[in-house]
C-alpha cells in the first residue's frame, strides 16, 4: 500500500492518490483539474486509476472525476446527499471498497456541507489514516457557510456549523490516536481560517492542539467557527453546482480559450462590450504602460483566486501577459477555478 499527496500551492488544496500494489490499482481522492499528474504516477506504478472519490462538491476548485470516468473508465464514489449529475455510485456511512488488503470506509461527515464525507483506510484491517476532506484540517475544521447559496439543501450556517460540533466529536475524535489525518486543504485556503502549515497530523495531535476538538459547548463552538471566516469569493457557488454535474475534461476546456498574437493587439473597442482586461504583468510593467481600463492582476501565488474573486462566473476576459508561455501558464490555472 502506498499513499502519494500532491499539494497545489495556488489554491493550497491537497489531493491523494492510495495505491494498491497487489491489485495495481489506486483510488484517488478529491483529484485537481489538471489529470496529468495523477496519470503520470500510474504510469510510473503500472497502475490503473481504478476510482475517485469525492469528499464533497468542491467550492474552491474544479475536480476532474467526471474526465477520469469518461477518459479513464474510473467508478465516481460520493455521498447519495450529493444529488450528483453524473455516473457514480453512492458511498456512505456503512460502504466500503476493498482493493486487496486495504478498504476504504465512508464516514458521513456533515459540517462543512450537508453531503461531506470522510474516508477511512485500512490495510490488513488496521486502522492506518483518515482522509478528511473540508472537515478536519491541521489545525482547524472546514468552514460552514459557503452553502448557502450554492443549493437548495439545509444549508444553513448555524444548523452546519452545529452538525460539525457532532460530526467532529461523534465520528472523527474517536478514531485511534495513531490514525494520520490528511485533509483536503493547507494553509492559505479560504475554506478555513487558522490552518497549520503541515501537511498531515495524527488524531492524537489534533486532539491535543486542534482547536475545533477541544472542550467546549456546542453553543459556544458555533459562535467561534462563524466569527473571522475569510470572504467567499463570487465563484465558489458557481463551483458547487459545477463539480455536482462534472466538468468537461481539462484538455478540452484549455483548447476553448482564443489566443490572440500579443497582448498589445487587444482592441480597446472591447472596452466598451464589458469584457475584461486582465493585464498580469508585474507593477513596473503596467505602470510603464497598459491598455485603459485593464485590471493589474499579477502572476502571483494566488492569481486564480483573485481573479475569481473580480470576475463573475461566465464573464469574458482577456489575458495578456509578456509572454506565450506565461499565458498558457494562466490559462491552466484559470481553469481550476
Not at 89 to 113: C, E, Q, R, W, Y
Not at 159 to 179: E, I, W
Request: glycine share 6%; charged share 25%; net charge negative.
Amino acid at each position: 500500500m502506498e499513499i502519494k499527496q500532491w499539494e497545489d500551492k495556488h489554491l493550497s488544496q491537497f489531493s491523494y492518490a492510495i495505491l494498491s500494489e497487489c491489485e495495481n490499482e489506486i483510488i484517488l481522492i478529491d483529484p485537481a483539474r489538471d489529470p496529468a499528474q495523477y496519470l503520470e504516477y500510474a504510469a510510473e506504478k503500472k497502475a490503473v486509476i481504478s476510482g475517485v472519490i469525492e469528499t464533497h462538491p468542491h467550492a474552491d476548485f474544479v475536480s476532474s472525476h467526471l474526465e477520469f470516468h469518461q477518459l479513464h473508465g474510473a467508478t465516481i464514489y460520493c455521498s447519495k446527499l450529493v444529488n450528483a449529475g453524473y455516473p457514480h455510485k453512492t458511498f456512505d456511512d456503512g460502504d466500503v471498497i476493498t482493493l486487496g488488503k486495504m478498504s476504504l470506509s465512508a464516514i458521513n461527515t456533515p459540517g462543512h456541507s450537508p453531503d461531506s464525507i470522510c474516508v477511512l483506510l485500512k490495510h490488513n484491517d488496521e486502522n492506518k489514516a483518515v482522509f478528511t476532506g473540508d472537515t478536519l484540517f491541521i489545525g482547524d475544521c472546514g468552514r460552514p457557510d459557503l452553502r448557502e447559496n450554492a443549493d437548495d439543501a439545509d444549508t444553513n450556517r448555524e444548523t452546519l456549523a452545529g452538525q460539525m460540533y457532532d460530526s467532529l466529536r461523534d465520528k472523527l475524535a474517536t478514531l485511534p490516536g495513531d490514525v494520520i489525518v490528511y485533509p483536503a486543504h493547507g494553509a492559505g485556503t479560504l475554506c478555513g481560517k487558522a490552518l497549520s502549515k503541515d501537511t498531515e497530523r495524527t488524531i492524537a495531535k489534533e486532539l491535543a492542539e486542534n482547536w475545533s476538538l477541544q472542550q467546549t459547548t456546542k453553543t459556544e463552538f458555533v459562535k467561534e467557527l462563524l466569527a473571522d471566516q475569510p470572504f467567499i469569493p463570487a465563484y465558489f457557488s458557481y463551483n458547487v453546482q459545477l463539480n455536482k454535474a462534472g466538468a468537461p475534461p481539462f484538455q478540452e476546456s484549455i483548447d476553448q480559450v482564443v489566443k490572440t498574437k500579443a497582448f498589445a493587439g487587444i482592441s480597446v473597442e472591447h472596452e466598451g462590450n464589458g469584457e475584461w482586461i486582465i493585464d498580469s504583468r508585474d507593477q513596473a510593467s503596467y505602470k510603464a504602460g497598459h491598455l485603459p481600463n485593464s485590471i493589474n492582476l499579477m502572476n502571483g501565488e494566488k492569481f486564480e483566486t483573485w481573479l475569481g474573486s473580480i470576475l463573475k462566473p461566465k464573464e469574458n476576459f482577456y489575458l495578456g501577459s509578456d509572454s506565450d508561455e506565461v499565458r498558457q501558464q494562466l490559462i491552466e490555472r484559470s481553469a481550476s477555478i
